[in-house]
């Protein structure tokens, strides 16, 4: 019999709802929220209060695209954590009302498992070009940089991680400090593609292993900044495009050098790239470059699937419903966790 899950998403700024019959995705919703650009940020009161009016719209909205009503669904997964905990409790609350409701079985989904299945949502019954187990998976997002040893759907041990920043916040911070607005991710990335990636140097960190840092990079961006300020006021407006590539490049051979690494130490070369930042361009290019070099067989996201999206939490919610791994109505939602 077939396994229809809904799947609901409200850890940061994004409300979405998605429906999965097994590992074919139906429908994928999202209410992005523009509320937060003035301001360079997400403002976590402002989000909660959007995803409680987004919602219900967002859920309704995903069943129908689906064609599915919500009596025929098996279950309602959700992100349970990690995130901003009033945009969790949306979403937390909402899908436990809703199963309860429904008298059926609610999963618990963590954010950063969702993001590394994304890569096993299948657009069609003959999609075939997922990751083969173990596999490694590099997550980069808004916030955490992980580098992950993928064993099977559920069992994901965390090689190497940030000790300080994550890059998409690196990445953001620096778009912020030259006024050039939020989220800096998708703006860096365009400009990137116009400069030149050896204009400018910055710092790169000497971590053991495979922990990243990023607040080194951050504060000798701002200071080489400050410094160019002085000479010429304009020096932002004249190279922003140099300063955008130059900064791409040095997060990317900071992530793909740990990356490397650790390929080379496991000896596993399905390699996987998942998260927000992972819709980076430069990143991607790298990720081939590798691909080609090393022999590596490479898995990168249709770009829907890199930031917060609620088709990973339900394709999530499906291998933990074959798993028989509910969750009950007392689980809190939870604000920091890793994998
Ligand atoms: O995964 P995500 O949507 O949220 C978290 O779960 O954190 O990631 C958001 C991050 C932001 O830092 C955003 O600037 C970054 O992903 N991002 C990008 C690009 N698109 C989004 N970074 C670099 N290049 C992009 N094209």
């Known amino acids: 019999m077939d396994t229809i899950i809904l799947g609901i998403e409200s850890s940061c700024d ?14 994928n919703v999202t209410a992005s929220q523009a509320v937060h650009e003035a301001y360079g940020g997400v403002v976590p009161e402002l989000a909660s209060r959007a995803h409680q009016q987004n919602i219900v719209p967002v859920v ?38 809703f199963a309860r409701s429904l008298g059926i079985p609610m999963i618990d989904v963590n954010h950063l498992q969702g993001h590394v299945l994304a890569h096993f949502i299948k657009s069609s019954e003959d999609d075939d070009n997922q990751p083969k187990f173990p596999f490694i998976c590099l997550l980069v997002s808004g916030g955490n940089s992980q580098i992950i040893r993928v064993n099977a759907y559920n069992d994901m041990q965390v090689l190497g991680q940030t000790i300080d920043d994550a890059a998409g916040e690196a990445i953001d911070k620096c778009s912020k400090v030259m006024g050039l607005g939020y989220p800096g991710g998708p703006i860096i990335d365009k400009l990137a593609r116009q400069g ?22 951050k504060t000798s961006f701002l200071y080489s900044l400050r410094e160019w ?56 290019n790298a990720f081939r470059e590798h691909a080609e070099k090393y022999g590596w067989n490479i898995y990168i996201p249709p770009f829907g699937y890199t930031t917060d999206n609620a088709a990973m939490i339900a394709i999530t919610g499906y291998y933990k419903y074959r798993d028989k791994d509910f969750c009950t109505i007392d689980k809190p939602a939870y604000s920091r966790v890793t994998i």
């Open 229 to 284: 300020i002085k000479d010429d006021p304009d020096f932002i407006e004249h190279h922003k495009t140099d300063l955008a590539a130059s900064l791409e490049k040095t997060i990317v051979d900071i992530l793909m050098d740990k990356l490397r690494k650790a390929v080379k130490d496991t000896g596993i070369r399905e390699v996987a790239v998942a998260g927000g930042v992972s819709a980076n361009n430069g990143l991607r």
């Open 14 to 27: 994004d409300t979405s709802a998605a429906v999965v019959r097994n590992d074919v995705l139906l429908s």
């Open 60 to 97: 309704h909205e995903a069943l129908k695209r689906a064609g599915v009503t919500k009596e025929e669904l098996s279950a309602v997964a959700f992100t349970r954590g990690p995130g901003l905990m009033g945009s969790l409790l949306v979403g937390v609350s909402f899908a436990k009302g």
């Open 196 to 217: 030149n990636p050896r204009a400018f140097a910055f710092s790169k960190p000497h971590i053991a292993g495979y922990d990243y840092s990023f607040s080194g990079l």
